[in-house]
């Protein structure tokens, strides 16, 4: 019997994957900072900016949580499938993801973090370039 309302379900979810998306750029900015790159400043901004993206986001995510009394945490994880227990309202809801699944779902919060950090930079950039004089 399914207890977690779909809003709350799709709330932890987006926290639980969120989460591993930060852990994924963090793990990426170490690369960066330790690799031979020549130009590694742009990469270096662009990953900051998607972590800073991504926290605010799972801030107001955890907001949400906690509001709701939900709790996600993982309770198991073998070659093909990872396992989360989703608490709530005082029950428990067992859910397994096949892993090459999860790997898809950071993926593409990556991509959404990556596509938001551009665009204000854009609008970053775009307001600087309008206070120069010409």
């Keep these: 019997m399914r207890h977690l309302k779909q809003k709350e379900l799709e709330i932890a979810s987006r926290y639980l994957f969120l989460s591993m998306a930060i852990t994924v750029i963090r793990q990426d900015r170490k690369h960066f900072e330790r690799g031979n790159f020549k130009i590694k400043e742009p990469y270096m901004e662009l990953l900051g900016m998607m972590e800073l993206e991504g926290r605010e986001e799972r801030k107001s995510l955890k907001y949400q949580m906690d509001t709701h009394k939900l709790q996600v945490i993982e309770s198991g994880r073998n070659d093909s499938f ?10 428990e809801e067992k859910r397994n993801y096949f892993n090459p699944a999860i790997r898809k779902k950071v993926k593409t919060i990556l991509f959404e973090l990556m596509k938001k950090s551009l665009q204000q930079s854009q609008v ?11």
């Design 82 to 91: 990872t396992s989360f227990l989703f608490l709530a309202h005082g029950y």
């Design 124 to 134: 970053e950039n775009d307001s600087v370039s309008s206070d120069l004089p010409v």
